[in-house]
Structures are given as C-alpha cells and as structure tokens.
C-alpha cells in the first residue's frame, strides 16, 4: 500500500468502495444472521441465563423480517442448546455446558456452518497479517490505551475486540470489506464452538499481540494476530476430527512465517 502510493502518488480517492463480496449467499443467511446476532448477544451478556429474550415481534421489527424468519432462528437457537421457547411465555435463556457445545459440533444443522467457519478461519490466518500491520500505525497511544483498559477478564472473545480494532482503523477498504465479512462467519462460529479449543494458551496468544502492540513491535504484532487464528485453526480441527467430522481434515493451517512490508 505504502509503495503503491509512493509510485502512483496522483490516485483520486473513490468516495464510495467498488469492492464487494458477501461470504454467505445461501438462501437461509437471513434468519442465521439474526441467530448469529442473537447468539453474540447471549455470548456478551446482554442476554444473560435465566433471561427471556425479548418477543418475536420485537425481533421482526427490529431486523426487518417476518414473525417466521424470526421463529426459524429461534428455533435453530432451541436446537443449539442456547434457548429454551415455552408457549405462551417466550425464549428462556439456557446456561450452555461444555456438553452442549460438544453435541453442537456434529449437529447435523450446522455442519456446512461449521466448515464454513473453518475455511473462513484458513483464509483469516493469511488476511490478518496484512491488514494487522496497515492498520498499526493508525493505532494511536490513546486507541492502545482504550484497548488495555478492557482486558478485564481476558478470554477467547477479546480477539474479536482486537479484530474490530483493526477493522476501523484499516486504510485499505478491499482487504477491509474481505476481513469483515470473515468476521461475521468467525463470531458465528466461535459462540458455536466456545469451551473447545484452549482459552488459556490463546489467551497467551492475545496478551503477546496486546504486549507486542504496546511495544509498538509492527510486524510483531502482525504475526502475532495470525498466530492467534493459526492456533484456533489447528486445534478446532482437531477437535472436529475427534468429533467425526472428518472433511475437516482436509482444511490445513497455513504456515506461518513473518513477512516484511515494504
């Protein structure tokens, strides 16, 4: 980017991106958009156990859809031991065990979304890189400020804080449209696999790229951004392997090397 702009330095900036690519075109993205949604919700907080969620009215409303889109996602969040729906009453909010995300990954229902999320994390290794260092120097003391001060309670989910970071501060609006889209399939994916891959070394993996961030290390941090994605990747298919899943075996973890950026 930098070079490119160095060579060519009389570009006029589109106003608007030309760039587009929509992840998920199947003919049911509509109400697993709003589980997804609804799933991040519950992951957050803002839901919490023992809740109700709010009424399939609010949620038609809300999205833009009919009252039976909304009754199919929270059927299939029913289906993932997310809710409860007791007629007459509305969607209780479930504690999910790790026995629940266990039953989660051979749910025949989600199976493609499952391999979807593994590809999307594939591509995620190699996408990160790049953007994770175009993005860094856009970062300022006070964003890296912000960012420390809500590690709080540092887990799995923090990454997709860190992500989002990246995402706003990002020159390079194709690669930005491409990492978001992979975002959407991520969050997805990590409230529907949560509690399966080792929270505790990733949280190594997210403190290197917070410490390296704070060092003000550029490439150090890139790496470490891809680090994180390559270790989800490896032990998720594992895990989907152990599981029975077997077309997971297929999706490889790229290698990871430093590049330089010139």
Not at 68 to 89: D, E
Not at 95 to 103: D, I, L
Request: proline residues 3%; positive net charge.
């Amino acid at each position: 980017f930098a070079t490119l702009t160095t060579l060519i330095p009389d570009v006029v900036k589109e106003k608007q991106s030309t760039y587009s690519w929509h992840a998920d075109k199947s003919s049911d993205q509509y109400y697993k958009q709003i589980t997804r949604e609804i799933l991040e919700k519950i992951m957050a907080g803002q839901y919490p156990a023992g809740s109700l969620l709010p009424s399939e009215t609010h949620f038609s409303q809300l999205y833009g859809v009919s009252v039976s889109t909304v009754r199919k996602a929270i059927t299939l969040l029913n289906t993932l031991g997310f809710c409860q729906t007791y007629h007459g009453l509305g969607s209780e909010v479930l504690y999910r065990s790790k026995q629940a995300a266990y039953r989660n990954m051979t749910n025949m229902a989600i199976r493609e979304d499952i391999l979807r999320y593994m590809s999307a994390l594939q591509l995620m290794v190699f996408a990160i890189h790049p953007a994770a260092y175009l993005a860094f120097d856009q970062m300022d003391t006070n964003i890296r400020r912000q960012l420390h001060m809500k590690i709080k309670i540092l887990n799995p989910m923090f990454l997709q804080t860190l992500l989002q970071c990246i995402l706003d501060h990002l020159p390079l609006q194709p690669l930005k449209v491409i990492l978001e889209e992979l975002m959407k399939l991520l969050s997805w994916g990590l409230c529907l696999a949560s509690g399966r891959y080792g929270s505790n070394r990733l949280n190594l993996l997210i403190l290197q790229a917070l410490r390296r961030l704070q060092e003000n290390n550029k490439l150090g941090f890139a790496d470490s951004m891809s680090e994180c994605y390559g270790y989800i990747l490896s032990s998720s298919r594992d895990l989907l392997v152990k599981e029975g899943i077997m077309e997971a075996a297929c999706i490889k973890t790229p290698t990871l090397f430093s590049r330089q950026y010139t």
